[in-house]
């Protein structure tokens, strides 16, 4: 196993008496596509938001690269190279596509630059846009608006946004979700492709088969607890995945 990028030890986060997380550990290893499923309110999200510091974890820790990022603002937790999208998603209103892919990235250029228009950005910055327009095939809906997208390619827009700001970790909500199979099926081989160039992917989804065919390890959760973990075949068979996911059903 190659070592951990990011690592959950102990992880407990409450709502009041809702124990969203309780007492949840994970290792994510370098260069794979860990996928953490589990039925609806099992905690997903919530793992999300205490690894990006959008909440702050009740007790535990999160390190990154071995560094403990638990109590870190979420900008600070950006800089350290963990980009994500939502399960909502969240695009900017009246921006074209390629826009989106130029202000996401983290400014390294003069100071004056970054006061002008997104069109004048400086080379490097468009550089990247332009890959990840390509890489997503956004090509053809460059200079639309965004919001005015179907659906599953709002969600490429995301994507492509959280890879321009370049980070070592990807987290993906619900990837699929308003795919249809092919946009799914490309979706998936894409995913493997960054994963080969380096990146790391985390991503929480319920299409099973996406799952399945995708990640190399995978983490379950039910009620806040982790209650299995192992490659999708023996996670495919465990009794108490089944129980978790068929349990309420007759
Ligand atoms: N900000 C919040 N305030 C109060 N309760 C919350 C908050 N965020 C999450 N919860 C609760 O924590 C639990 C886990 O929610 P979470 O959204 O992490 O689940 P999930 O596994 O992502 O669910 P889904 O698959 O439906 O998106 C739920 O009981 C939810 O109501």
Wanted: aromatic share 8%.
């Amino acid at each position: 196993m190659p070592e951990p990028l990011l690592q959950l030890t102990n992880v407990t986060r409450s709502f009041g008496g809702i124990r969203a997380l309780n007492d949840v550990s994970c290792d994510i290893p370098k260069g794979r596509v860990v996928g953490i499923i589990g039925p609806n309110g099992a905690g997903k999200t919530t793992i999300f938001n205490v690894i990006t510091g959008a909440y702050q974890a009740s007790a535990g820790d999160v390190y990154f690269e071995g560094q403990q990022i638990t109590s870190l603002l979420p900008y600070q937790i950006a800089r350290t190279g963990i980009a994500r999208t939502f399960q909502n998603i969240r695009l900017f209103a009246g921006m074209t596509v390629w826009e989106h892919l130029l202000v996401a990235q983290p400014h390294t250029d003069a100071t004056w630059r970054r006061l002008l228009p997104t069109r004048w950005a400086d080379p490097a910055a468009r550089e990247k846009a332009e890959k990840a327009l390509v890489t997503f095939g956004l090509e053809n809906v460059r200079d639309r608006i965004a919001q005015s997208l179907p659906y599953g390619i709002q969600r490429k827009v995301e994507m492509a946004r959280a890879l321009t700001a370049g980070p070592k970790l990807l987290l993906l909500d619900e990837p699929v979700a308003g795919m249809n199979h092919d946009e799914a099926h490309e979706l998936r081989l894409l995913l493997i492709e960054l994963c080969k160039d380096g990146l790391t992917i985390l991503l929480i989804e319920h299409d099973m088969t996406f799952v399945m065919n995708l990640c190399h390890y995978l983490y379950v959760l039910d009620f806040g607890q982790m209650i299995a973990k192992g490659d999708p075949a023996s996670v495919r068979t465990n009794p108490a995945v089944l129980d978790a996911y068929l349990g309420g059903e007759d």
